[in-house]
């Protein structure tokens, strides 16, 4: 399972401009906001972008500078293979150390949904077992059964983190995560193509017409 919300891109306006710097081409610039204040690239705009971004990465630079920041709830397992991406991330997650003990364990804190229906009863029955450890531990603060939490948690463990990346990490997470074996790789590479010009900006980036 993997979930993104409060999705939000920047600087689109500023990257374009400086994706002109190179030649002076400021005048041929025919891009400007709509009327619900969304910056709109006109042709000239979107046609030198793509051109950049089909050269390779010594000419795309300007992807870097469009910004973008969700908050991605994913299991555990998932958030060990995105750390591969430490360059051009910055990532604030809500806090195990901290706030383990803070609720009860239910089912929808983790990630059950390729789960056979053996192992999912199973499973239910381990949540069971670590509510009660939880509740053990909030009757005396005994570290030991702290340690018992954050040692027995499962990697299905769903995380809500707050991320911010740019276009080119995008690229590069889509063209090398979208055939993974993990659905949750799935789901966000179909999000990244539903951000403004992605289609046509990271599909140049491998030479490609995403549809």
Not at 92 to 99: D, E, L, P, R, V
Not at 177 to 195: F, G, M, P, Q, S
Request: charged share 20%; proline share 3%; with cysteine.
């Amino acid at each position: 399972m993997l979930i993104t919300d409060h999705i939000c891109v920047m600087n689109l306006e500023n990257a374009m401009r400086g994706a002109r710097n190179p030649l002076n081409s400021w005048a041929r610039c025919d891009s400007d906001y709509n009327a619900a204040g969304e910056y709109v690239l006109g042709k000239n705009d979107l046609d030198l972008a793509v051109r950049l971004c089909r050269a390779g990465s010594d000419h795309r630079k300007f992807i870097r500078q469009i910004l973008v920041s969700m908050d991605i709830t994913a299991p555990l397992y998932w958030w060990k293979e995105f750390d591969t991406y430490k360059v051009g991330t910055v990532a604030n997650s809500t806090s195990t150390m901290h706030k383990i003990h803070a609720a009860p364990f239910t089912l929808a804190d983790f990630s059950t949904d390729h789960m056979t229906p053996a192992s999912l009863e199973r499973f239910e029955e381990f949540i069971a077992y670590l509510e009660q450890v939880r509740l053990r531990y909030l009757d005396g603060k005994d570290r030991a059964h702290w340690y018992d939490l954050i040692q027995l948690l499962p990697a299905s463990y769903n995380q809500m983190r707050t991320v911010s990346l740019n276009y080119e990490v995008l690229a590069t997470i889509y063209f090398a995560r979208r055939n993974h074996k993990l659905a949750e790789w799935h789901t966000l590479c179909d999000t990244i193509l539903t951000l403004p010009y992605a289609k046509q900006l990271i599909g140049a980036c491998g030479n490609e017409e995403l549809g």
